[in-house]
């Protein structure tokens, strides 16, 4: 399995981004596939998670305002993010596990005040 994303950039509070990633892989309709974020300081954050049944999980700092999708035809997932505060700030990791963790490198999301 391989992960990667996309759509990272700097905007301002308030705006929105789209994060996009991209699974390389075998029955990508089997797995829960997830958002991580890593702040500034080194927090690490589940943000959003959907699984194979379309169930999706939302860490409370987002409910919202972020939203949580996936294509199951094209193998990508999706995070749109409204209303983005600079606490939003940090590295977006795409994340899934089948016996061991996959990670994405990672998209940069700057919000500025």
């Known amino acids: 399995v391989q992960l990667v994303e996309s759509g990272g950039g700097l905007v301002q509070a308030g705006g929105s981004l789209r994060l996009s990633c991209a699974f390389s892989?075998?029955?990508?309709?089997?797995?829960?596939m997830n958002w991580y974020r890593q702040t500034p300081g080194n927090q690490r954050e589940l943000v959003a998670s959907?699984?194979?049944?379309?169930?999706?999980n939302y860490a409370d700092s987002v409910k919202g305002r972020f939203t949580v999708s996936r294509d199951n035809d094209k193998n990508m997932v999706y995070l749109q993010m409204d209303s983005l505060k600079p606490e939003d700030t940090g590295v977006y990791y795409c994340?899934?596990?089948?016996?061991?963790?996959?990670w994405g490198r990672g998209t940069q999301v700057t919000v500025s005040s």
């Open positions: 994340v899934t596990r089948w016996a061991t963790s996959y």
């Open positions: 892989g075998s029955f990508f309709g089997r797995y829960t």
């Open positions: 959907i699984s194979s049944a379309w169930i999706t």
